[in-house]
Every structure is written in C-alpha cells, then in structure tokens.
C-alpha cells in the first residue's frame, strides 16, 4: 500500500519561510504527478501547488511569487518551499499524489500543521 509521509510543518511568525517535505513510499513516484492542498478552518480545501512527472508546475494566484515546489525522484520526495508566509496561509497542509491527468491523485498523506502568526 502505498503512503505518504508529510514533514515540516510549524508554526512561524508572518514573513518567515517554512519547508514541506512529502515522501513515498514507492519508487514509482517518479511516474505521479505531486500536488500541495491546503485547507484553513471553515473553508474548502484549495489546491495550493502542483509540480507534475515532468516537472512542470502551477500554482494557486494566492501563492505565486512565494511557494515554490520541487521533487527528487531520486528520494521520492517532494517539496514545498514557502516564503513570505502570511496569516492567511494558516492551514493543514496535505501531499496528494496520483496521474497527471488529475489534480486529485488516489493518495493522500496525514496532513502538517501550518501557523502563521501576524
């Protein structure tokens, strides 16, 4: 059974940069495309990142110019690096994983904690 295994999460004062780490446990990782969702208290979960098997990537208009996500298919890992953390980025971060057709994937992680405080 596949798993994923998210690290990284805390909590950090507003401007100050977090790293996410999101780790499989198979080496067909490299065949996936690798998606960040995020969601805050009250609301729906959003789609904050998204880097597919080749390496290409988008991202949400919210977090442009801020996260950038990477992956080492060599580690089947994947990251999401965050600067410029505002209080609105506040939420459970998770790492999904599936097709590159989709941007929900079949596999999810357990989620990580993200506080910004202002």
């Known amino acids: 059974q596949v798993q994923l295994v998210e690290s990284g999460g805390g909590l950090v004062q507003a401007g100050g940069s977090l790293r996410l780490s999101c780790t499989a446990s198979?080496?067909?990782?490299?065949?996936?495309?690798i998606t960040w969702h995020r969601q805050a208290p009250g609301k729906q979960r959003e789609l904050a990142a998204r880097i597919s098997s080749s390496g290409s990537t988008r991202y949400a208009d919210s977090v442009k110019g801020r996260f950038t996500i990477s992956r080492d298919n060599a580690k089947n890992t994947a990251y999401l690096q965050m600067n410029s953390l505002k209080p609105e980025d506040t939420a459970v971060y998770y790492c999904n994983m599936g097709p590159d057709a989709l941007d929900k994937g079949p596999y999810w992680g357990q989620g990580t904690q993200v506080t910004v405080s202002s």
């Open positions: 198979t080496n067909m990782f490299r065949l996936y495309a």
